[in-house]
């Protein structure tokens, strides 16, 4: 298969592995569980060492099944370079931990990852200021935005009240800014929306959800898209610089970050995320077909208080989504009305689990108020939108009518 010729995205996924030689012509990029690599001259050791030549040295920074995924992503997401980590969050706080110091400020989306809210907050404690503005709009961005600010974060359709960030405008503010604009993209997956198309310099996948798309391995990454202009971020050390300024930003996060923190994702994760991989796109039809089926049924029940899923003409985002993203993804969220328990809902529900963790295969349901949003508490709640009685709803790949049925029973 030619690299220069452009393939489908599936077609491209399948096929990535073979773009370097892979060991006995092996289909699958083998799974390398050795920590060390040997070299048969020491000059050549101390060369990779160095940085003047491509090798391995020792797995946490580097291994070649995870490098094979970083490949893949990286073609995913048409970026130049992928670093791959242990979760979403290692992903996400490598972005803290290689590229803000203490006086620098962030803007954040306030609809956001549960967990990565939280992280926001550890960092604010540390010496970094970050401002939380409703990134449905442009205007609340800048507003905030200080001469400190390094970066702007937010995510693509924000997990689980489906708000849609202005993400091409808040792109732009950026690139008029020289910020650096980084984008959440597990909601949508590079099979859904490429956030490089927005102006985002860095995209974070959490390959745990919809990428590897099993439930069987944690995963996390951040692209490099090639948009962001490197020279102007302040702070690169001079090591560093020494790389073309393409690469400035992806060298500092591998030793700063996954180097010196070692949240180091493993050969083994790596493989069930590559092979699981293949399928984003089939899965993502499916899973965002059977989601605006079963948003449209609840919508119409009396019972149901309210839907928010994108796919929905009554979504505050509709038409913004139907611009920027092929279809409205796997996941949606309801309230039922007063009269009908949460709780017992959800018990009634025999195809749909109650779990935590989305973009699985299987679907998922989860009381939000009272699980992953419950440690921030009612106020925080109610500033992101989340109702006491909100259930998140990931979309598996089950039969379109029997998740129908189930969710129509259980009311
Ligand atoms: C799950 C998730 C993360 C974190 O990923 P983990 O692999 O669980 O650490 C980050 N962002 C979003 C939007 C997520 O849904």
């Known amino acids: 298969m030619s690299e220069k010729k452009s393939y489908g995205f599936t077609t491209t996924i399948l096929h990535s592995d073979r773009q370097k030689p892979i060991e006995h ?34 797995g946490r920074q580097g291994n070649p099944t995870v490098s094979a995924l970083e490949d893949k992503i990286t073609r995913m997401e048409d970026g130049v370079a992928t670093l791959c980590f242990a979760t979403g969050m290692g992903a996400i706080g490598a972005v803290f931990q290689a590229l803000l110091k203490a006086g620098d400020h962030v803007v954040s989306s306030s609809f956001l990852f549960g967990n990565t809210n939280s992280l926001w907050q550890t960092v604010a404690g540390q010496g970094v200021g970050v401002a939380f503005v409703d990134a449905t709009d442009v205007a609340n961005v800048e507003a905030a935005l200080t001469p400190a600010t390094r970066i702007v974060f937010v995510e693509t359709i924000a997990n689980p009240r489906t708000q849609v960030a202005d993400l091409a405008r808040i792109g732009q503010l950026c690139k008029e800014r020289g910020i650096l604009y980084v984008v959440d993209n597990t909601m949508t997956t590079p099979f859904l929306f490429r956030p490089k198309a927005v102006g985002a310099g860095l995209v974070v996948n959490a390959l745990t959800k ?9 995963g996390g990454s ?37 180097r010196d923190f070692g949240a180091s994702l493993g050969p083994e994760a790596a493989h069930h995320i590559a092979v699981g991989a293949e399928t984003l796109a089939l899965r993502m039809e499916r899973a965002s077909s059977s989601a605006l089926a079963l948003a449209a049924m609840l919508e119409a029940d009396q019972r149901v208080a309210a839907v928010h899923y994108p796919g929905l003409p009554s979504h505050p985002q509709h038409a913004l989504a ?6 409205y993804g796997a996941l949606f969220s309801f309230e039922l009305k007063d009269g009908i328990d949460c709780f017992d809902y959800l018990n009634r529900l025999t195809i749909a689990i109650s779990a935590s963790n989305l973009g699985d295969t299987r679907t998922l349901v989860i009381p939000v108020a009272h699980t992953i949003f419950f440690e921030m508490g009612a106020e925080r709640r109610a500033s992101m939108g989340i109702a006491e009685s909100l259930i998140r709803v990931s979309v598996g790949i089950e039969d379109t009518a029997d998740l129908l049925a189930d969710f129509q029973a259980a009311l």
Do not use: C
């Open 210 to 218: 919809s990428i590897g798309g099993h439930g069987i391995a944690l």
């Open 322 to 327: 139907g611009d920027l993203f092929r279809a």
């Open 222 to 258: 951040l692209t490099d898209t090639g948009v962001y202009d490197w020279s102007v971020y302040p702070h690169i050390a001079p090591n560093y610089k020494k790389n073309p300024p393409a690469m400035w930003g992806i060298v500092q996060l591998r030793a700063k970050a996954l």
């Open 25 to 58: 012509g092996s289909l699958h990029k083998p799974v390398h569980t050795s920590v060390a690599f040997g070299y048969t001259d020491a000059r050549q050791l101390a060369s990779v060492f160095q940085g003047k030549e491509p090798g391995f040295r020792y």
